[in-house]
């Protein structure tokens, strides 16, 4: 086949292009091994990686530098050396072309030192004769070494150590034994094993060195014997040259022994060296040394002892010119101060307990000119040879008196009264034999010598003034001179006269007016300085009282007291009297009673401030009293003013409260208040503590049932009390079994009488009731709860065995009786405020009951929202009532008025006239949806959160169908329910009940009606209203 020119062409460039576009490969150096020993073998080998293949010639580089072109691949380095570390390279021609392949990356090679092998000894040289040493090889780096030992010989020459009982070898130690060292003896050491590095280098040899046991020196410093006493010792021990020793020092004994020094504090060791101090130095003592070196088993001999021998200081004596005692202020004494030997000291005089000298000086004597305190002196001497100082001298005490102060005194004391004569007398104690100078100071503050005349008479240490004499702001003053020692006392204190008026006292009654049985203080208060009074009492000009203090106590002031005091008084032992005090009138009045009363009116809402005011119309000067449940005196809260401030009312603030008032000390103190009952309620909470059988009194082993029930649930309410004996207690104490929240107690006791209330877990409590347990034969049935204002109340006297009907009762109301009734029981029919107060009934021949306090709550602020909301109710009622009327043609009005009471039956009351019952009515029933409380108490409460009713017109039949017509009978039932109200004021115990029956009034009396309505009473006969609260 003939190739065309164009394929020639194409096929050889092909060609080229191949050949000139071949890979060149890159070599790779190994080397074995690296790090290399010194003397080992090292292989560098040039291996082909990737594609193409490498022949000869191989070029070997070093650090860029050729060293060689070898036909092989391998480079063989024996034996390696430290020149031959370095980078490696390696480089060959492509096979089949004469180009080179690329060059390998650097491979450096290490060449190190063998390891060396390191020998020490133990202990180190120089040993001691008969010392033993232990030599160790140690090879650091590597592991699996056995160990060569070699010792040179005389000749210079290196031989092997052979096992023996003189030089055991124990892997990397040979011990010499002692009797075998010998000085000069040279080891060395080397290692070896099986893998690389295969030996050591030989360690440095090391040369033992024996040396005789040292015998130490013992020195003393100071060189001079003997030591004086006083000075201190040093004793030092020197032992060759070699570092590191330690020193034990020993002293002699009285038994020859030597035992270690172990004195610190007298004996101090610094190294070498022991310093004994200057009071542990005594005569003939005898101390040596000797030396050790750590861990060394031999140690130096002993040292030759020393002997200390000791001398006393020379002594000095102090003594006193002159020597009597005591010295007086102002006198001169000289102190001398002797040393019997040696010469030229320089003495040293030093005072009390200080070691620093008051004075120095080359004489022997030190003169104090004026002795000013007494004190202890001493003196001591020193010099500057040994003995360079003395021992202390005795202790001389100067005993230093003052002189003697003249004490002037006067006899009345200032202030004088006109025309009254003084006495001055002037006394100096200790010493005798005095005579005394009296002096006056006069103008110019000059003093003059007091002589003998008609207006002074000097007796002895007296001088009495006469009366006419004595002038306001005239000074004296004395003193006194003796021919002995003390020559002369200090002058008096100056005496000023100060002549006065006869004073008027001043009479004060506290308290004034006072109360019966009140202590009364009276005082007479009589200025004019210091004088002891007799004070003398009269009342309505007559003479009462005397005595020496200025306060008379009537302790328990009557009528009788009442009356015009006034008193004087007159000097003690004198015939000086002060003027007539004005008169005071005492008043006596009865014992006064308080007023409490609350700044709120009704229930207080939970959280709102409450104040109580103990009013009491009488002077200040009273403290306040406030007694919560019970009059209990040691319980009683006490106020500086006459008000006490709940600032946020809780249910535990609820209950009974009193006051009273008191002051004076002893504490003189009012009547009790009555009785305030502060109710708190929360409109979320409102409970009732239901008691049955439903009264305050109640006999013993009787049972009683306690329940709390609420509009809602009653769940989480639980029964307390309050007694004298357990203080608060829950039923669940064990004096009741609880069920719900009901308390159950099966067998009344005494114990029992006290307070009970409802409380729940959150804190809410009802209105406390009180139960009283009479272990008498009569009781009095009385409400537990208050009664409401307007409504009939009825007391039942009962006997333990019969029936209240059949007895005859006296009925008593705070201690008075009222009447007696043979029912048995008595009836107020319109209870007021009036009748609140403590009742109790008496059966002749029978017995008494106990008190109970019956609460009257007068119709408040608390029971409008009710009455708006009935209101309201009636009025819709009314508009219907007349659209009806209207609707069947006739009018008629219809006058209502509701009047609720309280009692539990149903029964609507009867009207006088019996018209009345045939005549046409209208039926209203009110009912509230909160849970019923049905109680057979009479006192009764009234909802306040109604916000709507909800009315439903219904027709009642009326059997008079004689009397009655379609259109005289409505019949409207109201249901009542309640949302919370923050703004309603809340009243406790409130009914959430109401049944109304009203009934009509004929139309012949309609304006008396409308009167009666306007002035809210119930109208008669017809018009009567009914509320039964169940």
């Given at each position: 086949m003939e190739l065309s020119p164009l394929s020639v062409i194409l096929l050889l460039a092909a060609l080229i292009h191949h050949g000139h576009t071949q890979v060149r490969p890159t070599p790779a150096v190994t080397i074995t091994p690296n790090p290399a020993f010194r003397g080992e073998t090292v292989t560098l080998r040039c291996d082909q990686q990737g594609r193409g293949q490498i022949e000869r010639p191989y070029i070997w580089k070093k650090d860029n530098s050729l060293v060689l072109s070898s036909s092989s691949q391998d480079h063989v380095i024996s034996p390696v050396a430290d020149s031959h570390s370095g980078d490696y390279t390696c480089s060959g021609t492509v096979t089949g072309t004469s180009r080179y392949s690329h060059t390998s990356a650097p491979v450096r090679l290490t060449v190190s030192d063998l390891p060396t092998a390191t020998l020490t000894t133990h202990p180190t040289s120089p040993l001691f004769t008969g010392e033993s040493v232990t030599l160790t090889c140690n090879i650091s780096n590597y592991d699996g070494w056995t160990y060569q030992w070699e010792t040179q010989n005389n000749q210079h020459q290196w031989s092997a150590v052979s096992q023996s009982v003189y030089q055991p070898v124990n892997s990397n130690t040979v011990t010499i034994r002692g009797d075998y060292v010998g000085n000069g003896g040279q080891y060395r050491c080397r290692g070896e094993r099986p893998d690389r590095p295969g030996s050591s280098q030989n360690s440095t040899s090391v040369t033992l060195t024996v040396t005789a046991l040292l015998r130490p020196t013992l020195t003393v410093e100071p060189k001079w014997s003997p030591v004086f006493t006083g000075e201190s010792v040093t004793l030092k021990c020197e032992i060759g040259t070699l570092d590191g020793w330690t020193y034990q020092w020993e002293k002699q004994n009285n038994q020859h022994g030597w035992p270690a020094v172990s004195h610190p504090v007298s004996h101090a060791v610094n190294g070498d060296t022991l310093?004994?101090?200057?009071?542990?130095?005594?005569?003939?003592?005898?101390?040596?040394c000797r030396g050790q070196l750590p861990n060394r088993p031999a140690s130096v001999s002993d040292s030759d002892p020393v002997t200390l021998t000791v001398a006393a200081l020379p002594r000095a004596t102090l003594t006193v010119e002159p020597?009597?005692?005591?010295?007086?202020?102002?006198?001169?004494?000289?102190?001398?101060?002797?040393?019997?030997?040696?010469?030229?000291?320089?003495?040293?005089?030093?005072?009390?307990?200080?070691?620093?000298?008051?004075?120095?000086?080359?004489l022997n004597t030190f003169i104090i000119s004026s002795v000013e305190d007494q004190d202890q002196y001493w003196c001591r001497g020193e010099r500057s040879s040994r003995p360079t100082s003395s021992q202390?001298?005795?202790?001389?005490?100067?005993?230093?008196?003052?002189?003697?102060?003249a004490t002037l005194t006067t006899h009345p004391t200032s202030p004088l009264f006109t025309g009254e004569s003084v006495t001055l007398k002037c006394k100096i104690s200790h010493h005798y034999g005095w005579t005394y100078q009296w002096e006056k100071h006069y103008y110019q503050h000059q003093w003059f010598v007091v002589s003998q005349s008609v207006y002074h008479t000097v007796n002895g240490n007296t001088l009495t003034i006469r009366g006419d004499d004595v002038v306001t702001g005239d000074q004296y003053r004395c003193r006194g001179e003796r021919p002995d020692r003390p020559r002369s006392s200090h002058y008096s204190n100056s005496v000023t006269l100060t002549v006065t008026e006869t004073p008027t006292p001043a009479l004060t009654i506290t308290p004034n007016p006072a109360f019966r049985g009140e202590t009364v203080t009276l005082r007479c208060v009589i200025g004019g300085g210091v004088r002891q009074w007799t004070y003398n009492w009269f009342k309505d000009g007559q003479f009462y009282n005397s005595r020496t203090a200025p306060e008379y106590k009537i302790r328990s002031v009557t009528d009788s007291e009442w009356g015009e005091y006034y008193c004087y008084g007159t000097v003690t032992r004198t015939s000086v009297s002060s003027h007539y005090s004005a008169a005071v009138t005492l008043t006596v009045s009865e014992t006064p009673k308080p007023e409490l009363s609350s700044s709120f009116k009704g229930a207080a809402l939970i959280g709102n401030p409450v104040t109580l005011y103990c009013k009491l119309n009488q002077s200040a000067g009273w403290r306040f009293y406030w007694s919560k449940h019970t009059q209990t005196p040691e319980n009683e809260t006490t106020t500086e003013t006459h008000s006490y401030a709940i600032r946020s009312v809780s249910f535990s603030d609820g209950g009974q409260y009193w006051c009273r008032a008191g002051r004076g000390n002893p504490v003189y103190y009012t009547n009790y208040s009555d009785a305030l009952w502060v109710h708190v309620t929360d409109t979320s909470l409102l409970v009732t503590l239901i008691v049955h059988p439903s009264r305050s009194q109640h006999f013993t082993n009787d049972s009683l049932s306690l329940s709390c029930e609420r509009q809602s649930n009653s769940a989480g309410w639980r029964v307390r009390r309050y007694t004298h004996s357990e203080r608060v207690s829950d039923c669940s104490s064990g004096w009741g079994s609880v069920t719900g929240s009901t308390c159950n107690i099966s067998s009344l006791s005494s114990s029992h009488t006290g307070v009970y209330w409802c409380e729940s877990e959150s804190g809410g409590s009802s209105n406390p009731v009180n139960i009283t347990v009479h272990n008498g034969s009569v009781i009095l049935d009385s409400p537990v709860h208050p009664v409401t204002e307007g409504y009939s109340l009825t007391l039942h006297c009962l006997y333990r065995h019969t029936k209240p009907s059949n007895l005859t009762a006296d009925f008593y109301k705070d201690g008075s009786f009222l009447q007696?009734?043979?029912t048995g029981e008595m009836t107020i029919r319109t209870v007021s405020k009036s009748d609140e107060g403590l009742y109790h009934c008496k059966l002749p021949e029978k017995g008494e009951s106990p008190q109970s306090w019956i609460s009257v709550r007068s119709l408040g602020n608390g029971s409008m929202l009710a009455k708006v909301s009935i209101g309201l109710g009636l009025a819709l009622l009314l508009i219907i009532t007349l659209c009806l009327i209207w609707f069947y043609k006739e009018?008629?009005?219809?006058?209502?008025?509701?009047?609720?009471?309280?009692?539990?039956?149903?029964t609507p009351l009867q009207d006088d006239d019996p018209s009345a019952q045939s005549s046409n009515g209208t039926y209203e029933e009110i009912m509230h949806t909160k849970k019923e409380l049905r109680q057979k108490d009479k006192a009764v409460v009234r909802p306040t959160d109604v916000t709507y009713s909800q009315i439903e017109m219904k027709t009642r039949d009326n059997k008079d169908k004689a009397v009655a017509r379609p259109t005289d009978v409505m019949y409207s039932q109201i249901e009542m329910k309640t949302r919370d109200n923050k703004d309603a004021e809340a009243q406790p115990g409130e009914v959430t009940y109401a049944d109304i029956k009203l009934k009509p009034k004929p139309k012949k009396k309609p304006k008396k009606q409308k009167d009666n309505l306007h002035k809210g009473q119930s109208s008669a006969g017809d018009e009567t209203v009914y509320s039964e609260l169940k």
């Open positions: 310093t004994i101090s200057a009071g542990a130095v005594a005569t003939v003592d005898y101390y040596r020597k009597w005692r005591p010295m007086f202020t102002g006198e001169s004494v000289t102190l001398k101060c002797e040393i019997q030997s040696n010469s030229d000291w320089t003495y040293q005089w030093y005072k009390g307990s200080s070691r620093t000298a008051v004075s120095q000086s080359q202390d001298s005795n202790k001389v005490t100067l005993t230093v008196r003052d002189l003697p102060t007696t009734q043979t009018k008629r009005g219809k006058q209502q008025n509701i009047n609720q009471t309280e009692h539990p039956a149903s």
